[in-house]
């Protein structure tokens, strides 16, 4: 393989806090469940269970934290916000799309990330919004 082409992965996560059944749809078009919680123009996918336990944590709300398997119904993209000088080249495997994700399935045994993990990463976004940088939306 070319070392400007990479693999995608053939399976797809979601990390929320929304209760969703298989068949469901995550479209674009509704709050954000990130940042200032603005209308989201985009959904988002990863490759790895890592970034989608991220995605369930840092979701906004008091519902269980729900990791969903999901299909792209169209196009998929590198998420810029982590892609372009965060993470150069996607290792987190991080993808959004203007077209819903298709729920095929729930991971229900996976393991969060420590309590102090999770701490110092709400604690560096929390200092990030504080210079005016909103860096999950």
């Given at each position: 393989?070319?070392?400007?082409?990479?693999?995608?992965?053939?399976?797809?996560?979601?990390?929320?806090?929304?209760?969703?059944?298989?068949?469901?749809?995550?479209?674009?078009?509704?709050?954000?469940?990130?940042?200032?919680?603005?209308?989201?123009?985009?959904?988002?996918l990863?490759?790895?269970?890592?970034?989608?336990?991220?995605?369930?944590?840092?979701?906004?709300?008091?519902?269980?934290?729900?990791?969903?398997?999901?299909?792209?119904?169209?196009?998929?993209?590198?998420?810029?916000?982590?892609?372009?000088?965060?993470?150069?080249?996607?290792?987190?495997?991080?993808?959004?799309?203007?077209?819903?994700?298709?729920?095929?399935?729930?991971?229900?045994?996976?393991?969060?990330?420590?309590?102090?993990?999770?701490?110092?990463?709400?604690?560096?976004?929390?200092?990030?919004?504080?210079?005016?940088?909103e860096?999950?939306?």
């Open positions: 393989m070319p070392s400007n082409e990479r693999t995608i992965p053939r399976r797809f996560y979601h990390g929320t806090r929304a209760d969703l059944k298989p068949g469901d749809l995550i479209a674009a078009g509704y709050r954000s469940n990130y940042g200032a919680r603005k209308k989201a123009s985009w959904v988002y990863t490759g790895t269970l890592d970034a989608a336990i991220w995605g369930a944590e840092l979701a906004a709300g008091d519902e269980p934290e729900r990791i969903y398997i999901v299909e792209p119904t169209g196009p998929i993209v590198d998420d810029p916000n982590l892609t372009d000088q965060k993470f150069p080249g996607n290792p987190t495997q991080s993808y959004r799309s203007r077209e819903p994700l298709r729920i095929i399935g729930e991971v229900t045994d996976w393991e969060g990330h420590s309590p102090e993990r999770l701490k110092q990463m709400k604690d560096n976004l929390e200092r990030l919004k504080e210079q005016g940088i860096a999950i939306d």
